[in-house]
């Protein structure tokens, strides 16, 4: 018989307040504890090995062990084998160590657990989703704009997309997808992007039942910027082809290189047209919150929309995105009524439910993150973090151009930089093999843990700097040890003592 008390506790009511402090201080002491003397970046485990760990421990007992118990085992197996985000070599993705204010109100959002598809399921959570959206959207340019928070560019790049879709029928061909699904002319729809854009622009295609086909890819140039005469020339060939555009996505922050299109050159080619243009800034957006750099944006005010990500470069714990628009009316293509939701009596200024403006019913507060997190540390303090790494990315390039070992893919415009291992002595295949294995040897080594991808070159490594704690000291260091790592590695690799099996160069 399970005891009232026992239920009572469980849950954040005046019964339960000191077993939820109690609990909430133990995890944060074991998680800052793990923290501490923390030295290795890379990789701890195999995943063979985590699971055996992971599968000794019983998943569902019949009787629980308590609490305090299992925070133990999870302090023991979970904290140890977790990727050390914040770590000074951590450079492998866009992926932030989250601001200790991001943490806080982490704590605060998971304990109300508000919900944001109506007004009554979180009053001051769509407020201050609304202040915080209203706010970015006039440091964006967008003067009469509108947005919502997403889980990240995954769900923006869809939804914005679903937009320029809905909008392009209903405006062009005075058709309600919403109602009567797409027209059989859809299938010669066509999206302009780049190669560099990222796979989830496909990826919204194919759920939006355009298809990859739907897909044409634009030229880049030497930088892996698209190209404004080919955006031009793809616009013409398609119109020619009577293939209409419904949409061109630009990037403000590629992945794998970092780079951000010429925004206003291209919106205004697009414009020419009445195309829609959405700017996937998942990786770049925070940019508008430096001085210093927020010229690389210019020109996405012209833009329909608008994807950021605030669990890239404002350090906030995953997941924080947002979509915006230019017109605030655009997202009423979404618009539903749902009487347990949002009446169709409620006056809309006085009841703001939010459920219309996201693809999400059930969604959390991640707002209070952003809010907080601008008025704890204030916006000279995150512009001075962005710059931070910025500057970290271009002394990892400038040490790197001074290697004669390594060539730099590129030019570093914001804070990621592509670097090759060279050496005139080995086959294109065995520096593929050589680049693979300075990677995979770092994070075994737990020396650092960096990425890798493919160019035109070959295999390249990926130094990607979301960390303000990685001084250029740090970032030219762990340039210095990929040369020498490259080279012990080569000598190897000529010796035949390489196994071809462990350096598998696909990417």
């Known amino acids: 018989m399970i005891e009232r008390s026992l239920i009572d506790g469980e849950f954040l009511t005046e019964s339960g307040a000191d077993h939820y402090v109690e609990s909430v201080t133990t995890a944060a002491y074991y998680v800052a504890n793990a923290f501490r003397g923390t030295n290795r970046a890379g990789l701890v485990a195999g995943s063979s090995l985590l699971r055996d760990q992971i599968r000794k421990l019983e998943l569902a007992p019949r009787k629980g062990i308590g609490l305090l118990t299992v925070l133990g085992e999870v302090a023991e197996v979970v904290l140890p084998n977790s990727t050390v985000v914040s770590h000074p070599r951590y450079a492998a993705h866009l992926h932030c160590p989250p601001t200790v204010s991001s943490l806080a109100a982490e704590t605060v959002i998971s304990a109300l657990n508000q919900s944001m598809d109506s007004y009554d399921q979180g009053p001051v959570a769509t407020v201050i989703e609304q202040y915080v959206v209203d706010w970015i959207c006039q440091l964006l340019g967008y003067a009469s704009g509108e947005g919502v928070f997403t889980s990240g560019a995954t769900q923006s790049n869809l939804q914005a997309l679903l937009l320029a879709r809905d909008t392009y029928a209903r405006e062009h061909l005075s058709w309600n997808t919403a109602a009567d699904g797409l027209p059989t002319v859809a299938r010669r729809w066509r999206i302009i992007s780049t190669r560099q854009t990222h796979f989830t622009v496909d990826l919204a295609a194919r759920l939006l039942g355009l298809g990859s086909a739907s897909i044409v890819d634009a030229d880049t140039d030497d930088q892996g910027r698209l190209e404004p005469r080919s955006l031009r020339s793809a616009i013409q060939r398609c119109h020619a082809a009577r293939l209409p555009v419904i949409a061109v996505v630009l990037n403000a922050g590629t992945t794998d290189r970092g780079v951000i299109d010429p925004l206003w050159e291209s919106c205004m080619i697009a414009q020419e047209h009445g195309i829609w243009v959405h700017v996937d800034a998942a990786a770049g957006g925070c940019l508008m919150f430096s001085d210093k750099h927020r010229h690389?944006?210019?020109?996405?005010?012209?833009?329909?929309?608008?994807?950021?990500?605030?669990?890239?470069?404002?350090?906030?714990?995953?997941?924080?995105?947002?979509?915006?628009?230019?017109?605030?009316?655009?997202l009423e293509t979404l618009t539903?009524?749902?009487?347990?939701?949002?009446?169709?009596?409620?006056?809309?200024?006085?009841?703001?439910?939010?459920?219309?403006?996201?693809l999400q019913t059930t969604r959390r507060f991640d707002a209070l993150k952003v809010f907080v997190t601008l008025r704890a540390l204030?916006?000279?303090?995150?512009?001075?973090?962005?710059?931070?790494?910025?500057?970290?990315?271009?002394?990892?390039?400038?040490?790197?151009?001074g290697d004669e070992r390594l060539r730099v893919i590129g030019k570093a415009v914001t804070n990621t930089v592509l670097i090759r291992w060279v050496s005139s002595a080995l086959s294109p295949q065995a520096l593929d093999r050589v680049n693979t294995m300075v990677c995979q040897r770092l994070t075994t080594d737990g020396h650092a843990?960096?990425?890798?991808?493919?160019?035109?070159?070959?295999?390249?490594?990926?130094?990607?700097?979301?960390?303000?704690?990685?001084?250029?000291?740090?970032?030219?260091?762990?340039?210095?040890?990929?040369?020498?790592?490259?080279?012990?590695?080569?000598?190897?690799?000529?010796?035949?003592?390489?196994?071809?099996?462990?350096?598998?160069?696909?990417?």
């Not at 160019?455 to 040369?483: M, R, S």
């Not at 390489?498 to 990417?507: G, K, N, P």
């Open 296 to 330: 690389l944006l210019d020109g996405i005010s012209t833009s329909d929309a608008i994807a950021i990500d605030f669990h890239k470069l404002l350090f906030q714990s995953i997941s924080c995105g947002a979509l915006l628009v230019r017109r605030c009316w655009t």
């Open 336 to 358: 539903t009524h749902v009487d347990y939701l949002n009446p169709a009596d409620d006056d809309p200024c006085e009841t703001p439910n939010l459920v219309g403006k996201s």
């Open 378 to 401: 204030g916006v000279d303090a995150i512009a001075h973090m962005i710059e931070c790494t910025i500057e970290a990315a271009h002394a990892a390039s400038r040490a790197a151009a």
């Open 449 to 507: 843990l960096i990425g890798r991808t493919r160019v035109k070159q070959g295999v390249a490594l990926k130094l990607t700097f979301v960390n303000p704690i990685c001084t250029a000291e740090t970032a030219k260091a762990l340039v210095e040890e990929i040369a020498t790592l490259g080279d012990s590695i080569a000598r190897d690799e000529r010796r035949g003592v390489i196994d071809d099996a462990r350096a598998d160069t696909a990417s």
